[in-house]
Antibody, heavy 124, light 106 residues
Framework: QVQLVESGGGVVQPGMSLRLSCTAS????????MHWVRQAPGKGLEWVTI????????YYTDSVQGRFTVSRDNSKNTLYLQMNSLRAEDTGVYYC?????????????????WGHGTLVTVSS | IQMTQSPSSLSASVGDRVTITCRAS??????LNWYQQKPGKAPKLLIY???SLQVGVPSRFSGSGSGTDFTLTISSLQPDDFATYYC?????????FGQGTKLEIK
């Protein structure tokens, strides 16, 4: 069955860096676009970034552009999120999620499988 | 694109018919999806492309709408349906979610 397992969350000070991982199993990882979606404590969902199935395209929400980098290693079935210059407002649970379908030019941008999430806390 | 859900919270009883509305700040055609989230859990896809039921989701859930106005309807509430519901547009990047509708037991 499809499984997505995030790791790498923790407590960091403002300005520091953190790298999240999402390990996939139960499907052909290299065939699917992947997203990161986050949720601040007690708040709603916020889309963060997408990476195409082959890594050829990546897009970010404005608030993380230039600070966060999404990448993937299809040989390891793993998705990454490198987060630099962290701010208090980056605090929250980070979910990886699978896009249902991507072509070479577009993705469906809806998410049929989600991980359980990993908590990132940015605090001094 | 801003997504606005209404109401923000809703009290209802088992067996009730419930409708949640989502409005986009511009036309998103039918690139509208609905998710259910329970406390401490990841969201679950219910409806995609405005009206298509995700595999495994009970048929009491339905979606409708196009352009800027969309609805999620639960035809007969079950105890398992009390949760928070989010709409999400996939028309353009950045994808955006509504603020959520918390459905509580009356």
């Amino acid at each position: 069955q499809v499984q997505l397992v995030e790791s790498g969350g923790g407590v960091v000070q403002p300005g520091m860096s953190l790298r999240l991982s999402c390990t996939a199993s139960g499907f052909t990882f290299s065939a699917y676009g992947m997203h990161w979606v986050r949720q601040a404590p007690g708040k709603g969902l916020e889309w963060v970034t997408i990476i195409w199935y082959d890594g050829s395209k990546r897009y970010y929400t404005d608030s993380v552009q230039g600070r966060f980098t999404v990448s993937r290693d299809n040989s390891k079935n793993t998705l990454y999120l490198q987060m630099n210059s962290l701010r208090a407002e980056d605090t929250g649970v980070y979910y990886c999620a699978r896009d249902t379908h991507c072509s070479s030019t577009t993705c469906s941008v809806y998410f049929d499988y989600w991980g359980h999430g990993t908590l990132v806390t940015v605090s001094s | 694109i801003q997504m606005t859900q209404s109401p923000s919270s809703l009290s209802a009883s088992v067996g009730d018919r419930v409708t949640i509305t989502c409005r986009a700040s511009q036309s998103i055609i039918n690139y509208l999806n609905w998710y259910q989230q329970k406390p401490g859990k990841a969201p679950k896809l219910l409806i995609y492309a405005a009206s298509s039921l995700q595999v495994g989701v009970p048929s009491r859930f339905s979606g409708s709408g196009s352009g800027t106005d969309f609805t999620l309807t639960i035809s007969s509430l079950q105890p398992d349906d009390f949760a928070t519901y989010y709409c999400q547009q996939g028309y353009s990047t950045p994808s955006t979610f509504g603020q959520g509708t918390k459905l509580e037991i009356k």
